[in-house]
């Protein structure tokens, strides 16, 4: 097993040399976890809620009819927060090596949830699509656990000993599940997360070391299919309102225009925490898929740089923790996780600048939006988890090391018996 690590190693993609990073292979196992990861995730769930309320405090008289307060979508984003690090927690404890056993099971779950969507009284319609489950007292987005459960598919599907980087047939059998599963989500429809599940899939296997030619082949074959859907009324608007924002201000463009307003507002120190205009119904999902663009106006290009600099930072952490593994597995499930939310966090800046179409992807950790929260949060566990180090001892050695243990009670209590 060790050599076949060190092979997927070679022919894999490294972002470190392996002495690079200031603890190295010597110290692969660890007293604590990674203490900087947790500070980083928890510094920007701390400004998610502080960003939460400022972008909500204001409630337009249309909100105050419906009954709510100021305090409304503060108070459930805390809740989830509560929720969240639960399932930190929980990830946590759960052994890697569990959940490699856990793997095809948990993409099954996760596909039935994306399926369940579609039932009625079970999913729910919201502006003409159907992304959510009901949960009480809340919904649920499966197809942010589909990332989840994706990940660790390819984690364990990259690790196999029969994977090969050389053979179309290894490269193909995860797409095919990827296509699957984007085109239930496409039914929904969720072009965002259909995406980013295809840039989060090619970039695993990239890393694996999977032949060029084989991911630049699909991706050429891809375009007809890309273009039918881009084309779709509703899509090829966001295209021309990208290309031009300005020349649909009242239209399409509409949200971008804002946005940029909201960047331009905040220069270089902010306009101050609460100062927000922007977030006075000019910019339409203020606190969800757009509140980059409110931390732009509020704490400027200072801010907006150190949330970046932030989401750089746990990307290092995560890629470093994947570095100090001699497991297969646990190194693309490290890699694979760093890169599912750092990929989102990448998308949702590009969003807010006016660098990709508008598509809509929370921001990890920041955002309103308890599905993402919840799976983000579950990732940052199993991130600490490995960190730790504990998986990498081996269970052999350690049997071994309590039965030589028993014998010697046995011996012992022999020769006291002889004795007596």
């Not at 690090?85 to 099954?108: D, E, S």
């Not at 599940?177 to 085109?183: A, E, K, L, P």
Request: charged share 15%; with cysteine; proline share 5%.
């Amino acid at each position: 097993m060790i050599n076949r690590v060190r092979r997927n190693k070679l022919s894999a993609v490294t972002f470190f040399e392996p002495n690079s990073s200031p603890v190295t292979r010597d110290t692969l196992l660890h007293n604590t976890y990674d203490r900087l990861l947790l500070l980083t995730t928890f510094f920007l769930v701390v400004l998610g809620a502080l960003m939460i309320y400022s972008s909500t405090s204001v409630i337009t008289p249309n909100l105050e009819k419906k009954g709510i307060t100021e305090f409304y979508y503060f108070k459930r984003h805390m809740f989830t927060i509560f929720i969240g690090l639960g399932f930190m927690f929980l990830a946590c404890k759960v052994r890697p090596l569990y959940l490699k056993k856990m793997a095809i099971p948990l993409l099954i779950f996760s596909f039935i949830l994306l399926i369940l969507v579609f039932l009625p009284g079970i999913g729910v319609h919201v502006g003409g699509a159907r992304r959510w489950i009901r949960l009480w007292p809340s919904t649920f987005q499966p197809s942010e656990f589909v990332k989840l459960s994706m990940v660790i598919f390819l984690a364990k599907y990259l690790s196999a000993p029969d994977f090969r980087t050389d053979s179309f047939l290894s490269f193909i059998k995860p797409v095919l599940v990827m296509v699957i599963f984007q085109g239930v989500i496409l039914k929904q429809p969720d072009f965002g997360a259909a995406m980013s599940l295809a840039f989060l899939t090619f970039a695993m296997l990239f890393l694996s070391g999977t032949r060029l030619r084989y991911l630049f082949s699909l991706s050429l074959l891809t375009l007809p299919v890309l273009y039918k859907l881009v084309m779709e009324p509703y899509r090829l608007s966001r295209i021309k309102s990208f290309l031009d924002p300005w020349k649909y201000p009242q239209d399409s463009g509409f949200q971008l225009v804002q946005s940029f307003i909201a960047f331009g507002s905040g220069g270089l120190t902010g306009v101050g925490i609460g100062g927000s205009k922007q977030k006075l119904s000019y910019l339409p999902e203020s606190h969800t898929d757009f509140i980059f663009s409110i931390i732009g106006e509020e704490f400027g290009f200072i801010g907006v740089s150190i949330v970046l600099i932030l989401f750089l930072f746990l990307l290092i952490r995560g890629i470093s923790i994947a570095n100090r593994t001699r497991d297969g597995f646990i190194y693309y499930l490290a890699v694979g996780l760093s890169l599912m939310i750092s990929l989102q966090a990448l998308i949702n800046f590009s969003v807010a600048t006016g660098m990709v179409p508008t598509k809509g992807l929370p921001l990890p950790f920041i955002s309103y939006g308890g599905s993402s929260l919840l799976i983000n949060m579950a990732a940052i566990g199993i991130l600490l988890n490995i960190s730790k180090g504990e998986n990498e001892k081996d269970p052999l050695n350690k049997q071994r090391l309590i039965a030589r243990r028993m014998a010697r009670r046995i011996i012992e209590m022999g020769k006291q018996g002889s004795s007596g």
